[in-house]
C-alpha cells in the first residue's frame, strides 16, 4: 500500500504510482464517493433502478486493495530478482516498517481527533496495512524457499490451497477482511505472491506488443470482472471471500500488461506524482471526510458537496504527505542506509 521502492538495477518501473492513485481514488469512490450521478435517475422507473444497481457496483474498493497487494508483491520482489544475494534483513525491516508505521501511527491518532476508528482490524481499512506488515516479514523466509524450489508455483498453489481453507472456516462471509488478524493475511497471501511472480516475468522477458486498443479492452475487462465480484457479493451468497482471489489472477495478467504499456508509452506525469502521495490518500481519507462533513451543504444539489469533499480530502492528504509520509520516508531510507 505504502510507496515502496519500485527500481531494478537503477531503473523506475513506469506507471505503477498512477495505478497506486486511481486503486487509492477507487477505495474512496467505494467509501461513498463516488460521482452522484444515481441523483439523476427516477426512484419510481424500475429501469432507472436497475441502471443505478449497476453503477452503485463499479466502485469495488475490495478489488482495488487487492490490486494494491499485486503491485507491493511486485515491488518488494523486484529488485531483488537479478541477485542471489540475500537483502540484509535490519537493513529491508528497518526501511518496509518505518516507512508504513509511522504515517500509520500519526493517522490513528488524527482519526482519534475525528472520532474515525482506526484500528489493525475490526472494520477498519488497516486491515491491508496489516497484512502488508506479515508479508514484508515473511518475504526473505519466502525467498529462501522459492530459491531453493526454483519457482514459485508451489509456494503459490500452497497458499491457494490455504486461502481456501480460511474461506471455509466461515463460507457465508460477505466481506474479504472477515477471518481477523489471525487469518485474514493468509486469505491475501496469493494476491501478494502473483505480485512476486509477475516481478520475475517482467525481468525476465521482453516487454509485449501493446496497443492502445488492447490495453483499454483489458482495462474494460479488470473493471467489469471487479463489477461481477460486487454483484455476486451484494446480490448472492458468494462473497468477496471466494471471488477476490480469483479476481487477482487476471489483475495479475492485466497489471503485466499496463507495466509492457507504459514501458514504451509515458505516463502522465501528475498521475505519476500524485501516485507518490497514494499511500497518505488512502490513510486519511476518512479521517478528511469525518472534519469535512459538518461544513458541507446537506440540502440542494448533491454535486457541490461531492466536489468539495474531494477537494478536502486531497488536499488533506497532499499535507499529510508533506508533513508525515515524505519524511518517513527520508528517515527510513537514512535508518536502513545505517544496517547496510
Known sequence: MSSSDSTAAGDKVRGLDSIRFLCAAWVVFGHGLQP?????????????????????????????????FLVSGFCIHYPQVATSRHPNLAAFYTRRFLRL???????????RLTHVTLLLFSDSILWSLLA?????????????????LGSWTPLLLASFVASLLVVLTDPRAGNYPSYGAGLNWILGLPCWLLGCVLAEAVCKSNALPISARTIWIWRALLLGVAWLCSVLRYHTPIGFPWTLNFFALFAALWLRREIDWFRRNPPLTWLERAGEWSYSLYLTHLIAIAFINPFLPHAGAPWLPWLVSWLAILVFAFVFYLLVERPSHALARHASRKFA
Do not use: C, K, T
Open 36 to 68: 452522484p450521478l444515481e441523483s439523476v435517475f427516477d426512484r419510481h422507473s424500475s429501469a432507472s433502478l436497475f441502471i443505478a444497481g449497476l453503477y452503485n457496483n463499479l466502485w469495488v474498493g475490495p478489488a482495488a486493495v487487492i490490486v494494491f
Open 101 to 111: 508505521l509511522i504515517p500509520m501511527a500519526v493517522a490513528i491518532a488524527l482519526g
Open 132 to 148: 502488508e506488515l506479515i508479508y514484508y516479514l515473511l518475504y526473505p523466509l519466502l525467498r529462501v524457499i522459492r530459491i531453493r
